[in-house]
């Protein structure tokens, strides 16, 4: 069984699945709160599925861009399940989780991120396949701004700021089922494997609402 975890944004999310199904429980806030709510929605979810911690052979956690601190509870918890269960431990990116969301694109995807100080994040996918490009961690908006974006789907998430939004990018919830059905055989760049795993860079940041 897979346990996935999200905590990039103030909403707190996991799921379980077993390659056929999954299943979701989340916890919407304005304010994030994953301390306090991340382990009891493992522990309740588990239960009401009649599972526990020792089914558990792979945990996938989201590793960023997101909340910086957020993202460090999320997986503060992926690590230790992992070192307790003894299961394999998986970070996945937030760009790859939003890139799921469009499966077949005639455009390729843009996925791109406010993170601190008129910063960005992006990543570039092929729109049939859904297959990474290229990506940048950090970048200026006078930078970001040269790229030509009628020619890309423009993808954000919840953070998105009046800039992102101004230049019609969609916004996405990004959840923990997203993480769940991600194929990683399909996953080239961003994956991490290596215990204890670690956000994907320290500019992970955006300011909560």
Known sequence: MILSICTVSNNTSVCISDGSSS???EVKSENP???EELIPIVEDLLMKED??????????VNVGPGNLTSIRIGLTVANLYGQFLGAEVVGVSSFHCISSFCKKSKKNIIVAFNIR???YAFAIFNGKDQKMIDYNLLISRE???Q???NEFKLLTDSSADSYLIESNFHIVEINAEMISKLDFSDIQHLLQK???LKPINDYSYVVNK
């Open 147 to 149: 790229i030509n974006k």
């Open 23 to 25: 299943t979701l429980s």
């Open 117 to 119: 100080n008129n910063n």
């Open 51 to 60: 599972k526990s911690l020792a089914d558990i052979h792979q945990v996938r």
């Open 33 to 35: 709160n994953h301390c």
């Open 194 to 196: 290596e215990i204890p």
């Open 143 to 145: 930078e970001f701004d």
